[in-house]
């Protein structure tokens, strides 16, 4: 079951409900705090709050209440216009740093800037600082490790999955340590053969061996100061694990064929995706090496159990794609869910790549779930489908091709969801989908999509205004 993560305060029925609308084309699940009476670890998981206009100061205490702990992380989004804005926006306030006022009407990029912003602003940097992205519960605990083991020397351990982003949280540490200001050195030890690893670590001297036609220096030398990442750890050879575990103890090395010790000032991070303690079970890895390692254990969770974050990182991705010139990848309403759907073996790294290789196949118009690559897609037949089906039948006033083959649904798709579900809110997401494409299908041409739609031009204007639409793109 999805859970409701984002709570609007606003006592206007109308800017409640653009901001509504905006919300869910991001793909959060807001709740205005008016329908909510009462909030339960089953069906709520706030990862922000909206504050608009409040008329009732006792009310909106009654409804900023339903935050529960949240309220003390989560971030605030305030109409710049909203009379508690001034307050929440001073820097005295506690909860200054997690606060930013969006102006009316809202935009869609405006309101996915200002929750990039402040995810990387509560992560103790600025907006262009390097970030782990993410608010969902499991971000947030990463994130305070994060903050709290930077300022220190201690070695960390980073576990996760393959594309979870394990070289990102080394980073991270490492950019909001007292170390930002010295070189961050990253090292496969996976990739590299166990032959060579030693010298790729420690360096070696001319001649030490065929090949080694000049001095060179290795990786703990070009980190001197700053921040040695060694990922894939687990895959280090045994013999090579000795070594390694000798640098740990006493912070001294030789370079391959050298006989000067030389002394080293590198805080260490390594990194793995497999299970040490297996690994120990099994002989292929040395148990005091591990705990040399796992002074702090820094555990990242699978893009499966932080599904939250979805729009955030699709946000972010995006961000990348716009600075090397490229389209951004907007994704429907029905696609997002469809992205909640899938599995992600390969983690935040798919997701990166699958954004990139739909901002270059629709760069200018929505991705919907129908053209998505096959893996992605699912079984069942999409609110999209029906509703491109409908729009072309509404276009020519026969019935598509496509309709014929979309007629039979499992009984048990038209079963209400178990703990029911909200009609208004489904309808209403069913008529902005079919007044997007009605505008898309017209480029943008308000009275074209009218006629589509077979309703009068000002009533399409209603609409637009009630959803917080504009004819060229979202606008709250």
Known sequence: MQKFDFLVIESSAARADAVLSALHFLGY??????????????????????????????????????????????????AADARLATHLLETISPSASRVAALEFPLRYEQVAEALRSLSARMLGGSANALRFVGNSAPMVRVNALIRQVA???????????????????????????????????????????????????????????????????????LAEGGTLFLDEIGDMSLPMQVKLLRVLQERVYERVGGSKTQRCDVRIIAATHRNLEQAIAEGRFREDLFYRLSVFPLELPALRERL??????????????????????????????????????????ELANLVERMAILCPHGEVRASELPQKYRH?????????????????????????????????????L?????????????????????????????????????????????????????????LAA
């Open 379 to 415: 079984e069942q037949v999409s609110e999209e489908a029906h509703g491109s089906a409908l729009l072309a039948l509404m276009e020519d006033g026969r019935v598509p091709v496509g309709v014929v083959a979309m007629q039979p649904v499992d009984e048990a798709q038209r079963l």
């Open 29 to 78: 699940r807001p709740q205005r705090a008016t329908d909510c009476q009462s909030v339960d670890a089953s069906s709520h998981d706030w990862r922000a709050v909206y504050i608009g206009g409040v008329e009732d100061e006792a009310e909106a205490g009654r409804q900023l209440a339903l935050l529960g702990d949240a309220a003390h992380h989560v971030p605030v989004l305030v």
């Open 308 to 349: 939250g974050d979805l729009p955030l990182l699709i946000e972010e991705f995006n961000q990348r794609l716009a600075r090397r010139g490229l389209g951004v990848a907007r994704f429907s309403a029905g696609a997002m869910q469809t992205l909640r759907e899938h599995a992600w073996p390969g983690n935040v790294r």
């Open 417 to 473: 969801p178990e703990n029911g579900i909200d009609l208004k809110d489904h309808l209403a997401d069913i008529e902005v989908g079919l007044i997007r494409q009605a505008l898309d299908a017209t480029g943008g041409v308000v009275a074209h999509a009218a006629r589509l739609l077979h309703m009068q031009r000002t009533t399409l204007v209603e609409k637009l205004r009630k959803y917080g639409l504009q004819a060229n793109g």
């Open 151 to 221: 300022p220190f020397d201690s070695t960390v351990l980073v576990l996760g999955e393959s594309g979870t982003g394990k070289e990102m949280v080394a980073r991270a540490i490492h950019e909001h340590s007292a170390r930002r200001d010295k070189p961050f050195v990253a090292i496969n030890c996976g990739a590299i053969p166990a032959e060579l690893l030693e010298s790729e670590l420690f360096g070696h001297e001319k001649g030490s061996f065929t090949g080694a036609i000049s001095a060179r220096k290795g990786r703990f030398e």
